[in-house]
């Protein structure tokens, strides 16, 4: 049985138990060896074999971490630093002063090029810098990057007009930090809020606080707007992620990706109409995976992507189909077959079971029309779907929805 690491991990402590797990190898303890075939060097070996290699001490560590349920032994340091808010090799003091360095102000265009410069350099480590891990040890990239200035200048606009900002962490003129900011106004759940659909920095600022700095400006901004909430999103599930919980935001909504075989359904078929983003009404609907706002729309003309009213005798919901590329633009669909899905539906689909049943059955079936055999479709994730109306090959946990109400 694999042991769980305390709620409060003290450092000091684990490194004295990879000690001591090198010290009962060298005492010829056979009850380390399970432990110690998490080396991979001596995954293989027989206990006999074990007791007699030599072990050192960056070995333990190793193996201790694999043993906590964690990849490396530096994921496990950053575990006990995100949990702790105590840092693990930098005296607290130092992180104290780099943080009173830090100024936070609203962008202006003329940050353009220094945001740029920040996210051109933040690109490269943001394996290294997002800490939070879903249990699998999955690391989804944490917003950005933007492809180039004129991107980053439509992004920009696009906050401005909908009456959204973007604040600017810097030290010393240097950007180390932000968070984007559109107020949504959702129908419920969701209802009105502040949503910080991007928050980004450099690690040592993180483990400085920043996180918790660039959210508390938030929550001034949102109070100033006499919105109700403030929210975020986060990869991990069931918010296993520490430091928004110590900042008081608790889940309201996860949604799973439904990887569906794509077939025709067994019911009657709504009516279709195919769609452009300027001819797509969205009153009434909401967004089923709320990764960001029904509002924010949909992807637009620099990512071409197939878009479809279904429209049932009582309902409608809207299907927004595109071909993902990894590290590339995406492709058109059709002709490319389509791998990935936007829902949106009435707000009662959330809590249906027969309902969203039948629209992730009619959403394969078309995705299935445009050459795909299967489809990832959101849903949420406490919802059961009906067995017969659509072959599910696999439901995985995609996205949660931390909330603070204010």
Known sequence: MTPSISPQPDLKQIKRQAKELVKAQQAGDQSVCPKLRLIPRLSDMTDEEILSAGVSLQEA????????GFRT???LKYHVEVTTGQPTSVRDASRTRLLERVTIRP???????????????????LDVVNAQYPPDGHSTVPGGPWADDAELTDHFKKYQRHGGTILLAEDRGRVVGFVDLWPADEPEPFGPSLDAECIDYFRKYYLAGLETRLLAEAERVARAAELPALDIGTNTCSAEYVSLRRFGLRVFYEYDDVVCRCRPPCAARPRRTVLTPETADLSGLIRANHWSPTDFTFRGDEEPTYLAELRWADRRAIVELWHYVPGRQNASVPPNPPNKSELFVPAAALNSTAFMSEILAECAAVAGELGAEEIALPCPSNLDLAPGKLEVIE???AFAWLRKRL
């Open 61 to 68: 560590q190793h193996a201790l971490a694999k043993d906590y």
């Open 73 to 75: 032994w530096a994921e």
């Open 107 to 125: 962008m202006t265009r003329e940050d353009i090029p220094a945001l740029r410069r920040f996210d051109d350099e933040l690109t490269p480590t």
């Open 395 to 397: 439901r995985r946990f």
